[in-house]
């Protein structure tokens, strides 16, 4: 049986639950070894933000740093305070840089702050020079316009002989706009810029690689990778397969199974009308569950240029999505399974072992990161 599907430690609260997502810890530290194994020689970051990717900073941290995690990227301060708690001895990276008012946060719970602009940079002199030696990394922009130093910016600041002593960077880093995509030239245009910037760092680490930059090869590496969706099953190969272990199940209890006649319709704005005699099962998964309202079978505009809404998994079948996706509740056709097979009660499966994240992001027209991500706040969790 699939690690996800055993249910042999389930609390009651947890079998009774309507929603319910299983996240297999384990399969996560798996999943980091794998990236770390890929990353050669270089060392190996953990991107824990957005609450590990929706599923649950706490224990993943904790996992992590248990597998031996020692660097980890977050957002915001906020999860870098939470973070330290499970990860003691760790370096922890805030990507948004820190700002006015944050310096307790940031020095209480010894955050290194990454700097991306002139005027954070400036801020932070200051700063670190008020309260002596403090690391901090800079981001410089290589070609994704997002966050980041110019060029120029950062290799000026490289030759910058008057710049504070207590100013002291451990890593320079960038972002790749296309590392899923292996044929992107951009990749090699950015690793070049890159390379030039590292060389203006020399003796500090340098970092380019998330999950997908981690596949480009050994020049990508530098002295870290930083990989993120690998680690939580979200990354797909060329062919929409995962790259890496699936690590979360995410399930929905069915309510109730009714018999609707060729001719009826489903759901909000009767824009699905059933071309047969049907078997509907309704879950209790809807759009406030992050199951988004653009998997819908029908009537939704933004769906109507992809072909077919999301499915389901149930009685060891493949279901389709009917009708519009509601707040609450989700309508799938089991017409095509043996009668009796699935009951009110039974749980479906959104994704997990036999959908991936990744088919479901593709149905929505999004991506694995947003699906997880959105998760919210209704599903009870299971941590293996
Ligand atoms: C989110 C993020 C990552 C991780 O990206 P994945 O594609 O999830 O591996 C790495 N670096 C930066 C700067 C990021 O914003």
């Not at 899923?180 to 950015?190: G, K, L, V």
Request: glycine fraction near 10%; charge should be negative.
């Amino acid at each position: 049986m699939h690690p996800l599907n055993d249910l042999t430690d389930a609390t009651e609260e947890f079998l009774s639950a309507p929603l319910r997502l299983t996240i297999d810890l384990e399969a996560i530290a798996e999943n980091w070894r794998m990236m770390a194994a890929r990353s050669g020689s270089a060392r190996t970051a953990a991107v824990v933000k957005a609450d590990a990717y929706g599923l649950g900073i706490e224990d993943v941290g904790e996992t992590l740093y248990g597998a031996g995690v020692r660097d980890f990227f977050v957002a915001v301060p906020s999860e870098g305070e939470t973070l330290r708690i499970y990860a003691p001895e760790a370096r922890i990276f805030v990507l948004s840089g820190i700002w006015p008012g944050q310096e307790a946060t940031f020095f209480n719970n010894d955050l290194v702050p990454v700097i991306a602009s002139e005027e954070q940079l400036a801020f932070w002199m200051a700063t670190s020079a008020e309260r002596g030696d403090h690391p901090c990394a800079l981001h410089v922009d290589t070609g994704f316009n997002r966050l980041g130093l110019s060029m120029r910016e950062a290799v000026e600041l490289a030759s910058d002989v008057s710049r504070p002593a207590s100013f002291s960077p451990v890593l320079v880093m960038s972002h790749l706009a296309c590392g899923d995509d292996p044929q992107a030239s951009m990749n090699q245009a950015q690793l070049q810029s890159f390379q030039e910037v590292a060389a203006a760092f020399e003796g500090i680490d340098a970092s380019l690689s998330a999950s997908g930059g981690i596949g480009l090869g050994s020049d990508y590496h530098f002295e870290m990778t930083r990989p993120g969706i690998a680690l939580y099953g979200g990354l797909a190969t060329t062919n929409g397969t995962p790259a890496s272990l699936t690590v979360a199940k995410a399930e929905a209890r069915i309510l109730q199974i009714r018999e609707a006649k060729a001719g009826d319709t489903v759901s909000y704005g009767a824009a699905c009308k059933l071309d047969r005699d049907s078997r509907l099962a309704v879950a209790a998964v809807g759009y406030a569950d992050g199951y988004l309202r653009n998997l819908s079978g029908h009537g939704v505009a933004l769906r109507e240029p992809l072909p077919v809404g999301a499915s389901g998994f149930v009685a060891g079948q493949r279901v389709p999505v009917l009708g519009r996706v509601t707040m609450d509740q989700t309508i799938f056709d089991v017409t095509d399974l043996p009668t009796d097979s699935v009951t009110a009660g039974d749980y479906i499966e959104l994704f997990g072992p036999n959908i991936s994240v990744n088919e479901l992001a593709e149905a929505a027209g999004t991506i694995s990161y947003e699906i997880l991500t959105s998760l919210g706040l209704r599903y009870e969790r299971r941590y293996l």
